[in-house]
């Protein structure tokens, strides 16, 4: 079946101005989650989703950076006003659950955020 | 907090050597450990897991075995390709959370 698709595969913007990256999850699966890979802090946590609901929204970056859920399917990650220091390649990752110590994550190929 | 370490990269072999790629990690607790590889232009994929202590990982050739005691999870192949070269990253995950916290990576690359 299909993977985690991601959209766009690159993205270059000018400094202030919106961007939305786009996830399609494994269909099924209910846990969806953000990660952010840049070359100052690797890979790092932003945010989970439990069908539509966000528990955990701390490690989202700045004010700036939202992310949303909708039908338990598709999950938008919005920053805005973006900033130099944004640039880095957005993973999502989606799993059949949350729960268990070992449920696999399987990634998308990103999307590479350049910020002018 | 939780925390994973990697060594330092690039790594550069010849091909037929035997790669070992090391991994600590620190946690208050039992988590279960990952190696993801990431080859060039494509998205993150597990290479292999271990969910408890003395546990082995293997896929591919390539082996980790989950040691408690000296709270490591090194990566080896006996033998590696010019397709090995990627970058490969260290993971765990407690039970009780639902994110992988990751290594830096490290860069392997392979000459013919």
């Known amino acids: 079946g299909a993977g985690v698709s991601q959209s766009p595969s690159n993205k270059v913007t000018e400094k202030g101005k919106d961007v939305e990256l786009r996830c399609d999850p494994i269909s099924g699966h209910t846990a969806l989650y953000w990660y952010r890979q840049s070359l100052g802090q690797g890979l790092e946590f932003l945010i989970y989703f439990q069908g539509n609901s966000a528990p955990d929204k701390s490690g989202l970056p700045s004010d700036r950076f939202s992310a949303e859920r909708t039908g338990g399917s598709v999950s938008t990650l919005t920053i805005q006003r973006t900033q130099q220091e944004d640039s880095a390649v957005y993973l999502c990752?989606?799993?059949?659950?949350?729960?268990?110590?070992?449920?696999?994550?399987?990634f998308g190929p990103g999307t590479r955020l350049t910020v002018l | 907090g939780d925390s994973v370490t990697q060594m330092e990269g690039p790594v550069t072999l010849s091909e037929e050597a035997f790669l070992t790629i090391n991994c600590t990690y620190t946690a208050t607790g039992y988590p279960s450990l990952f190696w993801y590889v990431q080859y060039p232009g494509e998205g993150l994929q597990l290479l292999l897991k271990a969910t408890k202590a003395d546990d082995k990982g293997s896929n591919k050739g390539f082996e980790a075995t989950y040691r408690k005691e000296t709270t490591s999870f090194h990566l080896e192949k006996g033998s590696v390709q010019v397709s090995d070269s990627a970058v490969y990253f260290c993971?765990?995950?407690?039970?009780?959370?639902?994110?992988?916290?990751f290594g830096s990576g490290t860069r392997l690359l392979v000459r013919p």
């Open positions: 993971a765990l995950k407690m039970d009780s959370s639902y994110k992988l916290i």
């Open positions: 990752a989606s799993s059949l659950d949350i729960s268990g110590g070992s449920n696999e994550q399987f």
